[in-house]
């Protein structure tokens, strides 16, 4: 997945030019979530409870809100 986001660093380094500041637009890629595997590419136990606490937390969290609205 790509992120397109404003480059801080060009703009904070020009921003005291006389003309005006360097306005930047930079590309960031970012890593997909995948389940942890062993060796065979089966998942782990542990990669399994993780995923369902996580599962298990985002249901509740939206009942949550579902239930105060």
Avoid: H, W
């Amino acid at each position: 997945m790509r992120i397109v986001k404003f480059d801080l660093d060009t703009y904070n380094r020009t921003k005291d030019l006389s003309g005006s500041p360097i306005y930047a637009i930079v590309e960031e890629d970012i890593p997909e979530i995948e389940m942890i595997t062993d060796e065979q590419g089966n998942p782990t136990r542990g990669g399994l409870i993780g995923y369902a606490l996580a599962y298990a937390l985002m249901a509740s969290f939206v009942g949550a809100i579902f239930y105060i609205l």
